[in-house]
Structure formats: structure tokens, C-alpha cells
């Protein structure tokens, strides 16, 4: 029978299988920490890197391929393997050795996962490292102690949290603002939330409002809108919208990737949602979802709104398909048009604007990359929309030049693009 968290650890000679969905979130998490390595040691008089990361459902390391008899890795091995490529990787263009001084916390509060962890590390001779801490418990109740242990060797650690919970109701908000609050700067989370599971068992009774309330949410059950949302797509795309509200709100990041993130080859929906406090963290995913392309779905437009709140007078929601956006071979261009039509717009409501102003006050709700945004800025130059100008005056003369102070000022009459 399946435990309690959707995989069967009770046999060590027969790990779970490894469901298409969750590999493919796993080559994201990878691919993203090989960017992470990548821009924090550009600088060649870094020799070393220090970083924790805490795997807060770690899972038993190891998996059966639903295609073969073939063992896959699990999180834990695909983060010590990464960090370890990631090592090489830098060394290759490096005159003096550079190391990753890397802190694996690995929780896990199955004790069957736990075996077969400890099993994975030993074959893969990770076993023998004393900064792999491999504990048996359950995440919250470990995290006091993990950052005990972190603030002990660092003031400013640079944290990577990977919170893969199974359902929605393991992490809640407060926590991730709990870690946020303990390590202002340099943290990240990435946070699964499987919005399929709390919305298919929505509900005003008892057991649905106490499993709200663990998570903080209950007060979407109040929304005044949900109860008039009859049709199920425009339901659904009105719950997705208020939970992101929840926990936009709630979780103390100042930037995220917001997407709603299904995958094509399951009908399990949920989030794959990156908190930060840096732009450039966040950019960074973005551009990882962007490599990925059509590993993912994405409900939301193109421009500046990516998560579309609920609106009864759009005639799309009868048909959820116009929300979707996919990372395609067409989607680059059509961001770049969505925001060249939304950002004159959106600046002109406000007095004086920035670069900054404008990326910081829109990449939340919208999947475009600070080069997408120096582009369409570029090219709404060139159209005689708006002027990007340095602190001096001097109109930008390239896309890759503009930086977040330059101002941005809208032409006195602007010029429909055509």
C-alpha cells in the first residue's frame, strides 16, 4: 500500500516509482543550482562558496523508473551531485583550486525513507562526508535546530530551502516567513504546493476548514466571489488566484516566480513556487523555466499580468485555454509584444519611474526576463514611445546597457505601434 506521503518505503531492495512529473521537477531544481553556482562565482578571486541547502522532505533518495528496471536518483543524490559538477565545472576555467564549502540538511520523517537514504548515500560514496546530516523527523519540528546550527557558523548564509511537500498543508506560510525573518538575506525557498489537492476537496465543512486553518487560508472560503463562481473553470481559476494572494501575502518573500505549473504528462497540478529576496534569484528561475520550455504549463498572459485575477467580465474564463502560457518556440516573441504594449501604459499612471521601479514593481505577475524588459524598453525607444536615460541624460543606445537607474520618461505624444 502507498504510505501516507504517496510513496511505499517499506522494502529496501524496492524503492517507489518515480513519477514524470517529479523527475522533471527535479531537472529544474538541478538546472536552477547549476545557474546559482554560476553566477555567484563569475568573480575569479572567489576560491570558495559556501552555501546550505536543506532538503525539507527529502524522500529516500532513490526511485525505480516507470520505463526500466533502471535506480534514479532522488533530490538528496541530485543535490550532492550537482553541487559536486558544479565544483568541477568552475575548476575547469580556474588558475587557483575553487571548492564549494556546501551544509546538507536531509529531513525526512518516514523511517523507511530514511533506510533507503542512508542505502543511496552509502552507493553513491556521499556516506562518509560530515556535512551531509541526514534527520529523521519531521520538517518543522527540525528546522529550529538546522538554523541553530546554520546562524552558528555564518551571520549572512547564503540558504537554499527546497521544501517539496506532498498536498499543501505541511509548510505553511508562516514558516516560510519564519525563515525569511531568521535569514533576511541570501535565503531562497522553493516550495511545491499541489493546489489540485485543496481544490478538489474544497469545501465549507468542518474537516476542510481545520485543514485551511493549519495553513492560515481559510478566509478564501469567505470570499464573496468564490460563492458566486458556479461554473467549475472560473471557480478554479478564482481559487488559484486567491490561494497565490494568501501566500504572496503571507510568506514575507519579496520576489517570486508566481506560475501556476501543471505538467502536460499528469493530471496532478500544483506550484513550483521560488521565494526569494533578490531580483536576480528570481530572474535566474525565470530563465530556467525558460530552458525548460514545454516541461510545464503555465495559467496566466504574457505580459505584465501573468496571474490573471478574477475578472467575471472576461468572456476567457468559459475557456481556461486562454489563460494558458507556454514556454514555446513563439513565447519570447509574445512576451516581448505583451510587454511593449503593457509597460506604456502601466508607467504612465505613475509620476516618475525607474528601470528598477518598473521590474520591481511588475516581475511578480509577469514571466519575462530582465532582458526582455531592457528589450521592449529598447524597442519602445526606437518606436518614440519613451526615452531610457542615464543619471545624466543621455539616452540609452543599446538594450544591454540599460540598468536599473536609468529613468524611463514617456513621450509627450505617443506613437501607436503599429
Keep these: ?21 517529479s523527475s522533471v521537477k527535479h531537472e529544474i ?123 552558528s557558523r555564518s551571520r549572512k548564509p547564503r540558504n537554499i530551502f527546497i521544501l517539496d511537500q506532498y498536498g499543501y498543508k505541511d509548510v505553511p506560510p508562516a514558516t ?68 497565490y494572494q494568501e501566500i504572496q501575502s503571507q510568506c514575507g518573500a519579496s520576489f517570486y516566480t508566481p506560475f501556476f505549473i501543471m505538467s502536460r504528462s499528469s493530471n496532478r497540478a500544483y506550484w513550483l513556487i521560488h521565494l526569494s529576496s533578490h531580483p536576480t534569484a528570481r530572474n535566474e528561475m525565470l530563465m530556467t523555466h525558460w530552458q525548460s520550455q514545454n516541461s510545464f504549463v503555465h495559467h496566466g498572459g504574457q505580459g505584465l499580468s501573468m496571474m490573471l485575477g478574477y475578472d467575471p467580465t472576461f468572456e476567457a474564463v468559459a475557456d481556461q485555454q486562454t489563460f494558458d502560457f507556454y514556454f514555446d518556440d513563439n513565447a519570447d516573441q509574445r512576451v516581448l509584444d505583451a510587454l511593449m504594449r503593457d509597460i506604456p501604459e502601466f508607467i504612465e499612471r505613475s509620476q516618475s519611474f525607474t528601470v528598477q521601479d518598473l521590474v520591481f514593481k511588475t516581475c511578480n505577475t509577469s514571466p519575462a526576463t530582465l532582458a526582455q524588459y531592457k528589450s521592449a524598453l529598447f524597442q519602445l525607444q526606437q518606436h518614440q514611445v519613451l526615452r531610457v536615460m542615464t543619471a545624466s541624460g543621455q539616452t540609452r543606445r543599446s538594450a544591454s546597457a540599460i540598468s536599473f537607474d536609468d529613468g524611463i520618461m514617456i513621450e509627450s505624444q505617443l506613437h501607436f505601434l503599429l
Design 29 to 151: 531544481i538541478c538546472e536552477y543550482l547549476s545557474r546559482y553556482i554560476g553566477v555567484f562565482t563569475k568573480n575569479p578571486m572567489v576560491d570558495r562558496f559556501r552555501i546550505n541547502l536543506i532538503d525539507g522532505f527529502a524522500g529516500g533518495g532513490r526511485y525505480r523508473s516507470l520505463d526500466s528496471s533502471d535506480i534514479l536518483a532522488g533530490s538528496p543524490i541530485l543535490l550532492l551531485r550537482t553541487m559536486k559538477e558544479a565544483e568541477a565545472k568552475v575548476n575547469v576555467s580556474r588558475l587557483k583550486p575553487f571548492s564549494i564549502d556546501a551544509h546538507y540538511y536531509f529531513v525526512e520523517i518516514d523511517k523507511g525513507a530514511v533506510n533507503h537514504l542512508e542505502l543511496a548515500l552509502t552507493e553513491d560514496e556521499f556516506d562518509q562526508q560530515p556535512n551531509v546530516h541526514v534527520l529523521h523527523n519531521d520538517f518543522l519540528q527540525a528546522l529550529p535546530s538546522i538554523a541553530k546550527d546554520i546562524q
Design 176 to 243: 516560510i516567513r519564519k525563515i525569511f525573518e531568521m535569514f533576511p538575506s541570501g535565503t531562497e525557498v522553493l516550495l511545491t504546493f499541489s493546489t489540485d489537492s485543496l481544490i478538489n476537496h474544497l469545501s465549507g465543512d468542518a474537516a476542510c476548514v481545520k485543514r485551511l486553518e493549519k495553513c492560515n487560508m481559510e478566509g478564501i472560503l469567505k470570499h464573496p466571489d468564490l460563492q458566486n463562481a458556479i461554473e467549475v473553470k472560473q471557480s478554479r481559476l478564482l481559487i488559484e488566484q486567491l490561494l
Design 1 to 21: 500500500m502507498p504510505a501516507k506521503n504517496g510513496y511505499d518505503w517499506s522494502d529496501l531492495s524496492n524503492p517507489p516509482h518515480l513519477d514524470r512529473h
